[in-house]
């Protein structure tokens, strides 16, 4: 009796080891060299960092399938992004904001460099039983509305913007985002431009102490809580509120008028935009009167020599397809996302610092 | 064997046997030993190098500044832990005041009131509870408890609010979830144990009284539930350790707010869920993961604290009952929550 | 005269409080009750309905839009870490048992070691993963960052005393008649150890572990930083590794209805497996029960 039991049991056991044992998938092989334009040699990128960039990757991702080029993006926030490429997990961080000098210090495999990719919006979307899409909003009240201050959806300060439009007496919830987040600073830049209290508050940063609401993981973990809890609001990229089916507010941008975030909108705030030498460009709060004001621009980081830095050859050659795929073809597929493409006074630069990556000294492209 | 033989070898001075055989008991003894002083070394070891690497936060914040400044601010790398103190012991003690009651409830139904042929099914049922993992729990919490509980919880804060700590607006994940689902945790082993403990009272004290013309209650009230009561201290104790530890459902019905919220229904943080969530940005900033580590040791000693506790009032339990329970049967019966506790 | 007579009769007053008192314990015996009911209704209802060839077969797709796949990776993952960390954990952790039970009665040493091992129950366990983070995947052990190795060692950790715990209680079990018996034969200390102890207490032994295992399957925090995130399928434990419980946890707080049915899928799926390996440890300890 007790044999045949473990007889059972340990034939279970040495065919899971055979599993484990026998089963070598090895994925990291790589040929020596490659003669063609990186598109042959399978390469296998690990990527980590902006949930805010995260459809665009995984659409990317499987589009570069056909090239061979396998990304392993995981959305885990733009801070934990950037601590993974420093640490050495990873071989590209995506990331909103660009760098600031306290990540350079960290990232010390080499030169960082940040491409930027492109732009999205990040929409304050609500869901309060009644209220349509298109409720007016401006920085001044988004910030009281996250300060606690404005706590009811028919707060006379919500309700002088929107002359017309019946508000609920429902409980404003609000929720934020619990992880290090490129989305949050994009998204308090904005609030602090306007509200002094925000400004001396919480202030501006990817992790900040909120004063009220629930935090969730990611930009999907924000949508769905807005999605499960009437009277919430949340700032949300805007793939995620499209693909929700979301109401989201027009917010009211520097010169005056309440834009909605279109693909439209997006593209004006990165119009005319300053580019510095090292590609850290910023579109909250554009000055240009068609701009939804809270757009933000998504670098996708590596370091200038990638097989220094930790690469295979094959795997440099894949990242460089990669990014020529982003700033190619790829602008088009962000369209559909409702990302906006970048303007070409962001795109040459940006094509030019793909083209200096080196794989040990040489040309990292294949 | 022939008789012969067999006798030969029997009755052979013990002193012929096989050397080699007799070598490999010293052997023996010392690759036990040695993985016995395994363990120790592993704690030791655990315990030292978490101590070492949480250092750099005690020394900037004091240990007693950071576990009771109230302040978590990772943006300004300002690191008091007590709202995610507070936070692990409101949804503890949450679960313990909602749990515990239920808990020997069920025991005392088990033991004193179940008809004997639903005794087993019962017990199963409600170990299966332990089976269930704890992301489960969290997935269930978030998708049926909270918005179940949405409207009830806004009726009971309402009308109730001049209570202490009850009021305000009810969002979604609060404290209060967390602590109802940790109390659902912990049921099958404050059960389990409550129900070993109880099984452990002497049948002559419960004859007696009923003997005396006790009603069934007054029976368990004088001679079970006197009997029983460090024992069950001690198990709702234990179900305090593991509901401090609870990690990942608490993590997702929380809140995650770093402030220490007014009532039972307001957005809250605890020690584990911090680490959970900060983690992963964290491992870059030396001073941030630092922290998260202190906060992780915070959390280490906290069980370990309350574990030993719980340990000494069952040991003086047993002492004075003069028996040994807590786990020290396993056969079919045995309820799975005692030996396979989740945290 | 009869007995009744002298008895006093219960007021009414006695009767009524016992009568509520036991409601009231039947009545919270089946609260207890209704959370389970819930449990189950909801996995079922939501999660069947994820079940199917595709969802166990295909691995998750990670793309934003379009289909999401099924959790072939997840569960494979955690076959394969859970059977590296038994394969670990249960040796150690009988080894320890016999240590205690045969050698350690009366010396202090067994003592303070069964001591910690109590302690080592009540250590949450985010923070094993914490202390493997620190030390291995960090240090890039190995050659790799995350790796599946890494949360297999931290769900070993997690095991190992419970599996010490179980087998001590089970191996106490077996009478000392024995093992005297054993010995006055001449049989060397290690042979009656192995041979006579050990063996009468398999079946306990056996359910110990399995019941550890049972709840290494379904722990998430252990592998939250060792083992990281991946889509694709592996066999290679020193490659990061997807898991179960990992993909129940990513998926639950998406706001995508697609990846909410498949947490609930995948939610089921670990549920019916462990309520698997602890139907077939109760089996195990049902049939050999020998108290």
């Known amino acids: 009796m007790h044999r045949n039991n473990l007889l059972a049991i340990g034939a279970a056991a040495l065919v899971s080891v055979g599993f484990v044992a026998c089963g070598s998938d090895d994925k990291s092989s790589d040929s020596g060299s490659s003669t063609t334009a990186g598109a042959s040699t399978p390469a296998t990128l690990n990527g980590a960092g902006s949930t805010f960039a995260a459809p665009l990757y995984s659409e990317w991702g499987s589009k570069l399938k056909e090239q061979d080029i396998t990304v392993n993006y995981q959305p885990v926030g733009s801070g934990a992004g950037i601590a993974q490429l420093a640490q050495g997990t990873v071989d590209f961080a995506g990331s909103d904001p660009s760098l600031t000098p306290e990540d350079v210090k960290t990232l010390t495999k080499g030169t960082p460099v940040q491409i930027p990719i492109a732009f999205g919006a990040i929409t304050a979307s609500y869901n309060v039983e009644g209220v349509e899409a298109g409720l007016k909003l401006d920085g001044a009240v988004l910030a009281d509305i996250f300060l606690g201050t404005v706590k009811k959806w028919n707060d006379p300060a919500i309700a002088k913007l929107n002359d017309g439009v019946t508000l609920p007496d429902t409980a404003i919830t609000v929720v934020h985002r619990s992880d290090s987040s490129g989305t949050t600073k994009g998204f308090t830049q904005f609030l602090a431009a306007y509200s002094p209290t925000w400004n001396d508050g919480p202030g501006v940063d990817k992790d900040i102490k909120w004063p009220v609401g629930t935090g969730a993981k990611g930009n999907d973990g924000v949508a769905a809580a807005v999605k499960q809890t009437d009277g919430a609001i949340g700032y949300v990229e805007q793939a995620y509120a499209l693909q929700n089916n979301f109401t989201f507010a027009d917010v009211k941008n520097k010169s005056g008028a309440f834009i909605a975030p279109t693909l439209e909108s997006t593209t004006a705030a990165g119009a005319g935009i300053d580019v510095p030498k090292d590609l850290g460009i910023s579109v909250i709060d554009s000055p240009n009167p068609e701009a939804y004001p809270i757009a933000s621009q998504t670098f996708a980081i590596s370091y200038d020599d990638l097989c220094k830095a930790g690469m295979s050859k094959a795997n440099a050659a894949g990242y460089v397809a990669f990014l020529d795929y982003a700033l190619g073809e790829g602008q088009n597929v962000a369209k559909e996302l409702s990302y906006a493409p970048l303007p070409d006074d962001v795109k040459t630069p940006a094509q030019a610092a793909v083209d200096a990556l080196t794989c040990n000294g040489a040309p990292a492209k294949g | ?343 | ?291």
């Open chain 2, 1 to 343: 064997m022939e008789a012969s033989a067999i006798k030969a070898r029997l009755t052979a001075p013990l002193g012929e046997r096989s050397g080699r055989a007799r070598a490999a008991d010293p052997a023996f003894k010392w690759l036990l030993t040695g993985l016995a002083a395994l363990i120790l070394v592993l704690i030791a070891f655990f315990f030292f190098f978490l101590a070492g690497k949480a250092e750099p936060a005690f020394s900037k914040f004091g240990v007693l500044g950071f576990i009771f400044d109230n302040d978590w601010n990772v943006s300004k790398s300002i690191y008091g832990a007590l709202p995610l103190l507070v936070g692990t012991l409101i949804t503890s003690v949450l679960a313990l005041v909602i749990g515990v009651p239920v808990a020997v409830a069920t025991a005392l139904f088990v033991t004193e009131m179940c008809p004997a042929r639903f005794k087993s099914p019962l017990t199963v049922l409600i170990e299966l509870l332990a089976a269930v993992p704890s992301v489960v729990y969290g997935l269930w919490g978030i998708f049926v408890l909270v918005p179940f509980l949405k409207e009830p919880s806004q009726w009971f804060a309402d009308t109730f609010d001049f209570l202490p700590f009850v009021g305000g607006t009810v969002a979604g994940p609060n404290y209060f979830i967390a602590g109802l689902i940790l109390a659902i945790m912990i049921l099958p082993i404050v059960s389990a144990i409550s129900r070993e403990v109880m099984a452990t009272v002497p049948t002559d004290h419960k004859e007696a009284a009923l003997a005396l013309g006790a009603t069934r209650w007054e029976m368990i009230k004088t001679a079970v539930l006197p009997y029983s009561r460090r024992g069950i201290t001690g198990a709702a104790m234990l179900g305090l350790g593991r509901a401090i530890g609870e990690t990942i459902a608490v993590v997702l019905v929380i809140g995650n707010s770093p402030t220490i919220g007014k009532q039972i229904f307001d957005q809250g943080y605890s020690l584990a869920a911090v680490i959970a969530n900060e983690f992963g940005e964290a491992a870059n900033d030396p001073l941030h993961s630092s922290a998260l580590i202190a906060a992780g040791l915070v959390l280490f000693v906290l069980t370990l604290v309350v574990n030993a506790l719980a340990r000494w009032v069952v040991t003086r339990a047993e002492k004075k009952n003069g028996k040994a329970f807590t786990g020290s049967t396993i056969t079919a019966q045995t309820p799975i929550a005692t030996v396979v506790s989740e945290s």
């Open chain 3, 1 to 291: 005269m009869s007995t009744t007579a002298i008895l006093p009769t219960i007021s009414k007053r006695r009767r009524r409080s016992d009568m509520i008192a036991r409601g009231t314990l039947g009545f919270f015996t089946a609260i207890a009750l209704v959370p389970l009911g819930l449990i189950i209704y909801y996995l079922l209802s939501k999660g069947l309905g994820a079940w199917s060839w595709d969802f166990f077969t295909t691995d998750p797709t990670g793309s934003f839009l379009g289909t999401q796949g099924g959790i072939k990776s997840a569960i494979l993952g955690t076959l394969e870490m859970v059977a590296l960390a038994t394969i670990i954990a249960v040796p150690i952790g009988i080894g320890v048992a016999i240590y205690l039970v045969e050698f350690g009665q009366t010396s202090r040493f067994a003592s303070i070691v069964r001591y910690f091992v109590d302690v080592m129950t009540g250590v949450p366990s985010i923070v094993f993963g914490l202390f493997i983070y620190t030390t291995l995947v960090v240090a890039g052990t190995g050659g790799s960052s995350f790796a599946g190795w890494k949360g297999s060692l931290a769900l070993a950790l997690l095991m190992l005393p419970v599996i010490t715990r179980s087998g001590e209680v089970v191996l106490q079990l077996v009478p000392q008649s024995l093992r005297e018996a054993a010995l006055a034969l001449g049989t060397p200390r290690w042979v009656v150890t192995m041979k006579v102890v050990v063996r009468t207490a398999i079946p306990g032994l056996v359910t110990g572990s399995l019941l550890a295992v049972a709840r290494a399957m379904g722990e998430t925090a252990p592998l939250l930083f060792t083992v990281a995130v991946v889509n694709g399928t592996t066999f290679n434990l020193n490659e990061r590794m997807n898991s179960l419980p990992i993909q129940i946890f990513q998926d639950v707080g998406q706001a995508n209805d697609q990846l909410v049915e498949r947490a609930w899928g995948a939610a089921l799926t670990l549920v019916v497996l462990i309520l698997i390996l602890t139907l077939v440890a109760r089996l195990i300890s049902r049939r050999s029960q020998f108290s």
